[in-house]
């Protein structure tokens, strides 16, 4: 079992910046060795994944947020990271943290990030 814990969202203004952080505890095994991705689901939609990383620290990005979100991960300390930049609006949603593919681990409560016009 995967316990992950997301944290470091809030209320910003259009064009702020906001880092989050997602903990991982408990069966490490794949959270170190697969692709892990950050997702956002806003009121009324699907969640999407919007940034993952490999283990060799490969990185790929929706279109949506390429070049002003960037995801990194500290095997070390079992966490993934999310800096986002120029943030708008529409990038308002609750954001988790989970692996790339299936099966996934439970999911998290995650962060609400919520960006002011």
């Known amino acids: 079992q995967v316990q992950l814990v997301e944290s470091g969202g809030g209320l910003v203004q259009a064009g702020g910046s906001l880092r989050l952080s997602c903990v991982a505890s408990?069966?490490?095994?794949?959270?170190?060795?697969?692709?892990v991705g950050w997702y956002r689901q806003a009121p009324g939609k699907q969640r999407e994944l919007v940034a993952s990383?490999?283990?060799?620290?490969?990185?790929d990005y929706a279109d949506s947020v390429k070049g002003r979100f960037t995801i990194s991960r500290s095997n070390a300390e079992n966490t993934v990271y999310l800096q986002m930049n120029s943030l708008k609006p529409e990038d308002t949603a609750v954001y988790y943290c989970?692996?790339?593919?299936?099966?996934?681990?439970?999911w998290g409560q995650g962060t609400q990030v919520t960006v002011s016009s």
């Open positions: 989970n692996l790339k593919t299936s099966p996934y681990y439970d």
């Open positions: 990383i490999t283990r060799s620290r490969n990185t």
């Open positions: 408990g069966s490490m095994f794949r959270f170190r060795l697969d692709a």
